[in-house]
């Protein structure tokens, strides 16, 4: 599998961590490559975009909150971003929504919570049934576009 990845500066300490991690992927970095100051739009979008064109199977994108991350996930046509804050979270954004991208708060998640979450969130199927119907709603408003 072919997951892209991606920080600022405030999620690269997490990056690096996770990155080590998952060594049983394939995994594209698409920055940032210091903790140097950096605007997270320039390498979510990149992360994201390549997840949305299928070039990577799926995402993870770390800033301070995930929510940069997040709006700028979810520009991307066919990408469902989560911001998962526990391992809860991340299991019912696989079940329920699908996510393909998994956002996490750089600043307020330590290495350890990540990789549980990591390990729930690519361990989850997608269950599939009435949220099929909301899925094809997200896909035909995404279509007005
Ligand atoms: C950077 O200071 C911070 O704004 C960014 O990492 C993120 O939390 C934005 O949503």
């Not at 998952?22 to 390498?43: K, R």
């Not at 909150?65 to 700028?72: E, K, N, Y």
């Not at 929504?97 to 750089?106: K, Q, S």
Request: hydrophobic content about 40%.
């Amino acid at each position: 599998m072919k997951i892209a990845l991606a920080s600022d500066h405030a999620g690269y300490q997490l990056k690096e961590g996770l990155k080590s991690y998952l060594s049983n992927f394939d995994v594209i970095d698409f920055g940032t490559d210091s903790p140097q100051s950096m605007d997270y739009p320039d390498t979510g979008f990149a992360a994201a975009e390549a997840v949305g064109k299928g070039e990577c199977d799926k995402g993870i994108l770390i800033c301070g909150t995930g929510i940069g991350m997040s709006i700028v996930a979810n520009k991307v046509i066919g990408v469902r971003a989560a911001l998962c804050t526990s391992v809860t979270i991340a299991k019912l954004s696989r079940e329920h929504n699908d996510a393909n991208v998994l956002i996490l708060p750089g600043r307020f998640m330590k290495i350890d919570e990540a990789k549980k979450i990591v390990d729930t969130w690519f361990s989850t199927e997608f269950d599939g049934g009435r949220h099929i119907r909301r899925l094809n709603k997200i896909k035909k408003y995404e279509d007005r576009r």
